[in-house]
């Protein structure tokens, strides 16, 4: 997927990583209720995300059935990388840092980042 998707296009790609295949119908009746999003947005949406390989469709009678083209941790890999290289010029430790400086980082969440040190270092 070459093509970054919006956070709308975001929200439909977490009903389809959460289950797929769907219809477009489905689709609408999974999206978050209060985005406030009518049939046609939610298919201007899939067309969009059809657009740029994020998802694909089959036919399945008169209907099509979507599902995504790129799997939900390789996605967030992208993003992630993306905001890092961005922001913190690629290095993950002033990114650690400048959370750390803004008390961000909760003594569960150092705990966490201390057992997967430990695991990353085996």
């Known amino acids: 997927m070459a093509e970054r998707i919006s956070d709308a296009e975001h929200a439909v790609m977490e009903v389809l990583w959460d289950q797929s295949p769907l219809t477009a119908q489905e ?3 999974r999206v978050d209720p209060s985005r406030g999003w ?3 947005t939610v298919k201007t949406l899939l067309g969009r995300l059809l657009a740029k390989s994020a998802v694909t469709a ?18 967030v890999a992208g993003e992630s990388q993306r905001l890092i290289d961005r922001l913190f010029g690629g290095k993950l430790t ?3 840092a400048h959370l750390a400086e803004r008390d961000k980082i909760s003594d569960s969440d150092i705990a966490e980042i201390e057992a997967l040190l ?3 270092k085996k």
Do not use: M
Request: charged share 45%.
């Open 27 to 29: 689709v609408v009746e």
């Open 38 to 40: 009518s049939a046609n």
């Open 58 to 75: 089959e036919e399945d009678g008169r209907r099509y059935l979507y599902r995504p083209a790129v799997e939900r941790e390789d996605y």
């Open 94 to 96: 002033p990114l650690v």
């Open 118 to 120: 430990k695991e990353l």
